[in-house]
């Protein structure tokens, strides 16, 4: 009669090698990770989400109002932070007019509200508009927008 009879380890060597292999995997995911960008900071492979989303200023308003002179509106999408500060610019021939304010965070943006630019620089004609906005950590300006003045 012939006996089948594994060795007294061999069992034992799979289970140890199949366990160093999953540690091997589990240690090669925690380590792997990526940079955040614009800094030095590493953030764990499974919190990507947590990577700035790219920053746009986006102009919703600009015009001119008897009384109030010219005014500039919009947010900054892809960050929510408050502490930034928005500048409105307006710009025709050798002449630029800026005003700024305090941003906010929002529920899903940084909101620049109206910025009113009431300055006898701004005369009649067609300007070109634009809405900036800078933290300690971003920096970004709007398209350009015409802004025209009676």
Excluded at 57 to 83: L, N
Excluded at 130 to 141: E, G
Aim: glycine share 10%; charged share 20%; net charge negative.
């Amino acid at each position: 009669m012939r006996s089948t009879s594994r060795s007294r380890y061999g069992g034992r060597r799979l289970v140890v090698a199949a366990a160093v292999l999953a540690g091997v995997l589990v240690a090669a995911v925690v380590l792997l990770v990526v940079r955040d960008r614009g800094s030095d900071t590493p953030v764990a492979f499974g919190d990507a989400e947590r990577l700035p989303a790219a920053v746009e200023v986006v102009v919703t308003a600009a015009g001119w109002t008897p009384g109030s002179g010219a005014e500039v509106a919009g947010y900054v999408s892809g960050i929510v932070e408050s502490g930034g500060e928005c500048t409105a610019t307006l710009e025709r021939d050798d002449v630029r007019v800026e005003v700024s304010r305090p941003a906010t965070a929002d529920a899903t943006t940084t909101a620049c509200g109206w910025l009113e630019i009431n300055d006898a620089q701004v005369t009649s004609g067609t300007w070109t508009a634009t809405l900036s906005y800078r933290s300690s950590t971003t920096a970004a300006v709007s398209d350009e927008t015409s802004l025209d003045v009676p």
